[in-house]
């Protein structure tokens, strides 16, 4: 068993070179194997205070998608869905792993399904936790953005810096400490990382979720689509939709947390994937 980053000091130990650059990842604990999967504009960070408890019963696997946190994506390479998915099977070949339990949280729910569904990657069971799959999914901030790049690529990154704060603020229900905050912003700060942010920003849409929205129904794993009540990013209902498009699903709401659920709730979301997995 290997030890696991403690959550106050959070950072993955691994690189591994896949098609669309380099990823950072880390792998701890024992047990069958569970790989998870952030959104956006999180990073493996969003599962800190997760991990450990799955860790005590499971092989778990984590990583950041290319361009958020510590991975880096080679030149003229575009963090799309449909990338991010192909990393996830290359890293799921990488890791030997033999239908791994898949948990995607935001985007990372578009992931992890399209991995399945669309590159073929054999999955135990699939944990969808406020999930952007059925689109459209995008918020009317990110819209914005996307209409309106060049603005946000040339303004001086201090202004920029002042845009985003508050909105990565918003994606809890209850209020995100200071030092928290800092940290999910870290990765986007200055110069370089406001570019970031704009490439997956400008990268990111539910056109490479449209095919496999239209297969949902051919997933035959056991389904688990988990939301914060209070999610003002991709409310409740969105949930709902995608609960009654997979057979079989089982769908829970965690009451006081917002989008950013393994973050509001890391408890009440360990206990309700622990539940699910075992």
């Given at each position: 068993?290997?030890?696991?980053p403690?959550?106050?000091?959070?950072?993955?130990?691994?690189?591994?070179?896949?098609?669309?650059g380099e990823?950072?990842?880390?792998?701890?604990?024992d047990?069958?194997?569970?790989?998870?999967?952030?959104?956006?504009?999180?990073?493996?960070y969003?599962?800190r205070?997760v991990a450990?408890?799955?860790?005590n019963?499971?092989?778990?696997h984590?990583w950041?998608?290319?361009?958020f946190?510590?991975?880096?994506?080679d030149?003229?390479?575009?963090?799309s869905?449909?990338?991010?998915?192909?990393?996830?099977?290359?890293?799921?070949?990488h890791?030997?792993?033999?239908?791994?339990d898949?948990?995607?949280?935001?985007i990372?729910?578009?992931?992890?399904?399209r991995?399945?569904?669309i590159?073929?990657?054999?999955?135990?069971?699939?944990?969808?936790?406020?999930?952007?799959?059925?689109?459209?999914?995008?918020?009317?901030?990110?819209?914005?953005?996307?209409?309106?790049?060049?603005?946000?690529?040339?303004?001086?990154?201090?202004?920029?810096a002042?845009?985003?704060?508050?909105?990565v603020r918003?994606?809890t229900?209850?209020?995100?400490?200071?030092a928290?905050?800092?940290?999910y912003l870290?990765?986007?700060?200055?110069?370089?990382?406001?570019?970031?942010?704009?490439?997956?920003?400008?990268?990111?849409?539910?056109?490479?979720?449209?095919?496999v929205?239209?297969?949902?129904?051919?997933?035959?794993a056991p389904?688990?689509?988990?939301?914060?009540?209070?999610?003002?990013?991709?409310?409740?209902?969105?949930?709902?939709?995608?609960?009654a498009?997979?057979?079989?699903a089982?769908q829970?709401?965690?009451?006081?947390?917002?989008?950013?659920?393994?973050?509001?709730?890391?408890?009440?979301?360990?206990?309700?994937?622990?539940?699910f997995?075992?």
């Amino acid at each position: 068993m290997s030890t696991h980053p403690k959550p106050a000091t959070w950072r993955l130990r691994q690189r591994v070179r896949v098609s669309g650059g380099e990823v950072a990842a880390d792998v701890f604990g024992d047990g069958p194997p569970v790989v998870l999967v952030h959104g956006t504009p999180a990073s493996s960070y969003l599962w800190r205070n997760v991990a450990p408890a799955l860790a005590n019963r499971h092989t778990v696997h984590v990583w950041d998608l290319l361009g958020f946190g510590a991975s880096r994506l080679d030149p003229g390479v575009a963090p799309s869905i449909a990338r991010q998915a192909r990393t996830l099977a290359e890293l799921v070949e990488h890791w030997k792993l033999d239908s791994p339990d898949l948990v995607g949280h935001d985007i990372g729910g578009g992931i992890v399904t399209r991995a399945h569904l669309i590159d073929h990657v054999p999955v135990r069971r699939l944990a969808l936790l406020d999930a952007a799959v059925i689109g459209p999914w995008n918020t009317p901030f990110t819209e914005h953005m996307q209409r309106h790049q060049d603005a946000y690529r040339t303004m001086p990154p201090h202004v920029f810096a002042d845009i985003i704060a508050p909105r990565v603020r918003s994606a809890t229900h209850h209020p995100m400490p200071d030092a928290v905050a800092g940290a999910y912003l870290a990765p986007w700060s200055g110069a370089a990382g406001q570019q970031r942010w704009i490439d997956q920003v400008a990268s990111v849409t539910f056109e490479d979720t449209l095919e496999v929205v239209a297969r949902l129904g051919e997933i035959t794993a056991p389904t688990l689509v988990l939301w914060g009540e209070q999610d003002t990013w991709l409310p409740p209902a969105m949930g709902d939709r995608l609960a009654a498009a997979i057979p079989g699903a089982q769908q829970t709401t965690i009451a006081q947390a917002g989008h950013f659920l393994p973050e509001d709730d890391p408890q009440g979301t360990a206990d309700a994937l622990l539940q699910f997995l075992d």
